[in-house]
């Protein structure tokens, strides 16, 4: 399901950019998964991303409560999130 909710979140979040643009995906971008420790880390991250004002979707489950369960940022400047994601390890 993990899987499924990373894709739902990088793919949602890409679309936000190409409308917002009216263009392609750079050939530079990349997808980085990354984990949080449970929905409480997750929550807190994207109220970091609110705060920072960086455009995101927040992926929440229907079927499980409305559990968050992924966040896709909209692409931007790596410099922009480096900070607020630091704490988070790759996906392994």
């Known amino acids: ?25 750079p050939n530079n971008t990349h997808a980085v998964s990354l984990v949080a420790q449970n929905e409480m880390d997750l929550a807190l991250l994207e109220q970091k991303l609110i705060e920072h004002t960086i455009p995101h979707v927040a992926i929440r489950e ?11 940022l909209v692409p931007c400047d790596r410099s ?6 630091q704490k988070y ?3 392994k």
Not at 4 to 17: C, K, R
Not at 80 to 85: A, Y
């Open 1 to 25: 399901m993990w899987d499924a909710q990373l894709t739902h979140a990088a793919d949602v979040s890409t679309s936000i950019w190409t409308l917002q643009n009216q263009v392609l995906l």
């Open 62 to 72: 229907p079927d499980l409560c409305n559990q968050l369960m992924a966040i896709g």
């Open 80 to 85: 922009l999130v480096k900070k607020i994601l």
């Open 89 to 91: 390890p790759l996906s």
